[in-house]
């Protein structure tokens, strides 16, 4: 009997330990790499959304924040990822592809996660997820055009009789940069770091580095669908010309162009950001102000805009870990819970779940939420999807119906290929990387240094890369009809 008991037990322990195996081996691990500098509370956040993810499709995820230079020191040198960011603009989406470092998942999207497929509208898997019609990524559901707002201490401006609009154009900043610098004095009314202000730029579509594109605002005139060096680009210019004015006037910070940003901990009186209507409303992470916002540019809608972020797998991994990838983007996009703790981090410590004045539920953040664990909201996954947070609410159907006024660009899902011009890319990038800090900040003074910069410019073979990138696009445009 003791022996038929022993049996039994070692037949249970046996049984256990291979239930304990099965579940471990059940449970995938990925790598994932997303965008920017890794917050306080990565471990304790990650700890919570294994656990829910575990439990719901046996998938974990190792979680590992990269700078733009670590991108591309570790795509260069192969370093074993499963899943990446990537977008037109950091850890270039086509450049990967072109360089076949990005898994094909044209087929296996569709027959492994029908639901992340079919949660994501058809011409964004079209033109941004895909190069010659074999999708390489999965978009990131956000703000799928671009819209340029300058974002204001609404309590200093309020308090001078400076009213805040909903809309104003580039140079309308002027004045209220001025009527800040006559009341306030402990900072400079346009505090910048060497990128100058974020999304200014983003009125042109960039082809080649910062200095060939092809501007929105052509659209619909002779000059669409051409190339151009920046300087032919007549809003871009202006701008550059209205920084350099109101840098010599004293309402830029004199180190703008060697300093790398202006902290969070900074009450900058504007800022400025690419967002959507009613994202700058209301209390801000940046000082703790109230913030208000006033588009002075778009929306725009284009290829670029719609892989503003994305979500791609190693074509090193196997399927199996494509498809445990490919699920794990499936929940995020699916699961508004989960969605949640990789947005806003561990509810109770991070933020807490409140109703707000139209009787919806949002997320309010909490001081550590705002400390420990508070980034972009494409980081980890669609924003469309997430809690909208406790201090600004928009309905996302209206966001994207309002895109039915934005100004489409003529390009198409159209990609530049540099492999030909490599080297002058190059060149020209070492140009102008002497130059950009001091034009975005408005330190340089345009018109006076241009003729220098076209001259390095063209001996770096500007005209050879605009020749190559018109001709491909004169030929895919041709493809089109």
């Not at 871009?236 to 006037?249: A, D, G, P, S």
């Not at 009186?269 to 009613?278: F, I, N």
């Not at 408005?442 to 410019?457: H, S, Y």
């Amino acid at each position: 009997m003791k022996r038929i008991l022993s049996l039994a037990l070692v037949l249970t322990l046996v049984l256990s330990m291979g239930l304990i195996s099965a579940k471990a081996e059940e449970t995938k691990k990925i790598i994932w790499w997303v965008y920017g500098d890794a917050p306080i509370d990565v471990k304790m956040v990650v700890e919570a959304a294994n656990k829910y993810s575990a439990e719901k499709i046996g998938v974990e995820v190792d979680l590992i924040f990269k700078t733009d230079e670590q991108f591309a020191t570790d795509m260069g040198s192969d370093t074993y990822y499963d899943m990446t960011f990537t977008c037109d603009w950091a850890n270039s989406f086509v450049d990967n592809v072109v360089d076949e470092r990005f898994y094909d998942i044209t087929d296996l999207v569709k027959t492994a996660t029908p639901a992340l497929y079919e949660t994501i509208d058809q011409k964004y898997w079209d033109v941004a997820g895909s190069i010659n019609g074999r999708i390489y990524a999965v978009p990131t559901l956000k703000d799928m055009a671009s819209e340029q707002f300058f974002r204001f201490d609404k309590d200093r401006f309020e308090a001078i009789g400076v009213t805040i609009p909903d809309k104003m154009d580039f140079a309308d900043l002027e004045p209220m940069l001025k009527a800040y610098k006559e009341n306030y004095d402990d900072l400079y009314p346009l505090m910048l770091g060497k990128a100058g202000l974020t999304g200014m730029t983003n009125s042109a579509q960039w082809i080649a580095g910062s200095y060939l594109c092809s501007p929105y605002h052509l659209a619909g005139t002779e000059r669409e669908n051409k190339i151009i060096p920046f300087w032919e680009d007549e809003v871009l210019m202006e701008r550059y010309r209205l920084l350099h004015k109101w840098y010599e006037m004293g309402y830029i910070n004199p180190d703008a162009a060697t300093i790398e940003s202006i902290g969070k901990d900074i009450r900058a009186a504007v800022r400025s950001g690419s967002a959507w209507r009613g994202y700058y409303s209301g209390f801000s992470s940046w000082a703790g102000i109230n913030v208000e916002g006033s588009s002075y540019s778009g929306p725009f809608m284009s290829v670029a805009t719609m892989r503003g972020a994305m979500n791609a797998i190693n074509a090193a991994a196997s399927e199996d870990q494509a498809i445990a990838c490919l699920k794990y983007l499936e929940l995020l996009n699916t699961d508004r819970t989960f969605r949640d703790i990789l947005r806003f981090g561990v509810e109770g410590v991070h933020f807490n779940y409140v109703t707000n004045d139209l009787g919806i539920q949002v997320a309010e953040r909490t001081e550590q939420g705002n400390a420990n664990w508070s980034m972009d909201g494409f980081v980890t996954g669609s924003v469309v999807n997430a809690s909208c947070t406790s201090d600004s609410y928009y309905d996302w159907n209206e966001i994207f119906a309002d895109y039915k006024d934005a100004i489409v660009s003529t390009l198409g899902a159209f990609s530049f290929d540099k492999s030909d011009v490599e080297a002058e890319c190059a060149a020209c990038s070492a140009v102008m990387a002497k130059y950009t800090s001091e034009i975005l900040t408005g330190t340089l003074d345009i018109d006076e240094k241009l003729p220098t910069i076209q001259d390095e410019l063209k001996k770096a073979g500007i005209e050879a890369i605009q020749a190559e990138a018109q001709r491909q696009l004169d030929e895919y445009l041709a493809s089109q009809k």
